[in-house]
């Protein structure tokens, strides 16, 4: 099993402005290598303190390669929806070739009501922006002198710039939060699957239409599957929780208000169910995401049983994507927690 950092910049300037946000993240990513760490990955959201630091993950990213020389480097996820492909293949490409070829590409359909209003795209386009998107991005990149006639960008014949240093590309990941014909057709395709089991409940039965829709389709293997978990690792349990509950509760909560919208009367067909998803997460306590195994805290001890019981749960998975530093954790605290975890339960999954 594999295990990532993840960095998901939940703070907003009244916290940490953002040059130390990043100045302390990236010294995080300089332990990737020396601890066994396998990847560093970054989100892309906009103009709220949830994840608005991030509003291009490649930038992040060409920085973590310069301070890692193993790790693979992991877009978690670029939005299509607010992208022209025609850019993010150039970009994919310059950072492939600025990594040496560690770079793994995650898109997401986003999820967020404001982002899209402010952008003026509306929900209702989002699987159909997503669908189109990621297929001109991987006609640019996999083959040269390409055109292609879309509902949303269209362009002539085009070899985009830089080749990848991966061929035909890099990796794709395809990111999912809950609808069942997402994890279904990532399967289909032939991508990699990245979740969130922050809401408990369906993710065994997620994963297994994942693992069918790829089996059904003949490709070969069984897929990937990566989880992301909030962790922090201490030798005191009670340290471990005092110092964590706070801010991932402030996450929760930070992430509840950005989506909003979605409790607010705001609905598409596209996200069906997304009101009470979001619902659901207001819901949600330091206590219950530990219980449900979405949340990694305690002794090295404690977390090797949560990662054993969890993997148990939903029927295993091939990467676990880890945040560091969320909230307001502080860089001290999240260096000796990621140390921790390094030494004392990566090997144990080795």
């Not at 599957?225 to 922090?232: E, G, K, Q, T």
């Given at each position: 099993?594999?295990?990532?950092?993840?960095f998901?910049?939940?703070?907003?300037?009244?916290q940490?402005?953002a040059?130390r946000?990043?100045r302390?993240?990236l010294?995080?990513?300089a332990?990737?290598?020396?601890l066994g760490?396998?990847h560093v990955?970054?989100v892309?959201?906009y103009?709220?303190?949830y994840?608005?630091y991030?509003p291009?993950p490649?930038v992040?990213?060409s920085a973590?390669?310069q301070?890692?020389?193993r790790?693979?480097?992991?877009?978690?996820?670029v939005?299509?929806?607010?992208?022209?492909?025609?850019k993010l293949?150039?970009?994919?490409?310059?950072?492939?070739?600025?990594?040496?070829?560690r770079?793994?590409v995650?898109?997401?359909r986003a999820f967020l009501?404001?982002?899209?209003?402010r952008?003026?795209?509306k929900l209702d386009e989002?699987k159909?922006?997503?669908d189109e998107g990621?297929e001109?991005?991987r006609l640019?990149?996999?083959?040269?002198d390409?055109?292609?006639?879309?509902?949303?960008?269209s362009f002539?014949?085009t070899?985009s710039l830089p080749?990848p240093?991966?061929?035909?590309?890099?990796?794709?990941?395809?990111a999912a939060l809950?609808?069942p014909d997402?994890f279904t057709?990532a399967?289909?395709?032939?991508?990699s699957i990245?979740a969130?089991?922050m809401g408990g409940?369906?993710?065994?039965?997620?994963?297994g239409?994942?693992?069918e829709?790829?089996?059904?389709?003949?490709?070969?293997?069984?897929?990937r599957?990566?989880?992301?978990?909030?962790?922090?690792c201490?030798?005191?349990?009670?340290a471990?929780a005092a110092?964590a509950?706070?801010p991932l509760?402030r996450y929760?909560?930070s992430?509840?208000?950005?989506?909003?919208?979605?409790?607010?009367g705001?609905?598409?067909?596209?996200y069906?169910?997304y009101?009470k998803i979001?619902?659901?997460?207001a819901?949600?306590?330091?206590?219950?995401q530990?219980?449900?195994g979405?949340?990694?805290i305690?002794t090295?001890h404690?977390?090797?049983?949560?990662?054993a019981?969890?993997?148990?749960?939903?029927?295993?998975?091939?990467?676990?994507s880890?945040?560091?530093?969320?909230?307001?954790v502080?860089v001290?605290?999240?260096?000796?927690?990621?140390?921790?975890?390094?030494?004392?339960?990566?090997p144990h999954?080795a």
């Open positions: 099993m594999e295990f990532g950092m993840q998901f910049p939940d703070v907003g300037p009244a940490k402005p040059d946000y990043f302390e993240a010294d995080l990513v332990l990737a290598d020396p760490y396998g990955r970054i892309e959201h103009f709220h303190p994840g608005g991030s291009n490649i992040f990213l973590a390669a301070r890692t020389a790790a693979r480097l992991i877009t978690g996820a939005l299509p929806a607010f992208n022209n492909p025609l293949a150039g970009e994919i490409g310059m950072l492939d070739a600025i990594s040496g070829g770079l793994e995650g898109f997401a009501p404001h982002e899209f209003s952008f003026g795209v989002s159909a922006r997503f990621i001109q991005v640019l990149l996999a083959e040269e390409v055109a292609h006639q879309g509902r949303f960008h002539p014949r070899t080749r240093t991966q061929r035909p590309h890099p990796p794709f990941w395809v809950g609808t997402s057709n399967g289909r395709k032939g991508y990245m969130i089991p409940g369906m993710m065994a039965e997620l994963i239409l994942y693992r829709g790829w089996k059904s389709a003949g490709h070969p293997g069984n897929g599957v990566m989880l992301a978990f909030h962790m922090f201490h030798e005191d349990r009670e471990a110092i509950r706070a509760e929760l909560s992430l509840v208000e950005a989506a909003g919208d979605w409790t607010e705001t609905s598409s067909a596209d069906p169910g009101d979001i619902a659901g997460l819901q949600e306590t330091f206590e219950s530990v219980e449900k979405a949340a990694w305690g090295p404690d977390i090797r049983e949560q990662i019981d969890y993997r148990k749960r939903v029927g295993g998975f091939e990467s676990a880890l945040q560091v530093n969320f909230n307001t502080s001290e605290d999240a260096r000796c927690s990621t140390e921790l975890f390094g030494r004392a339960v990566i999954f």
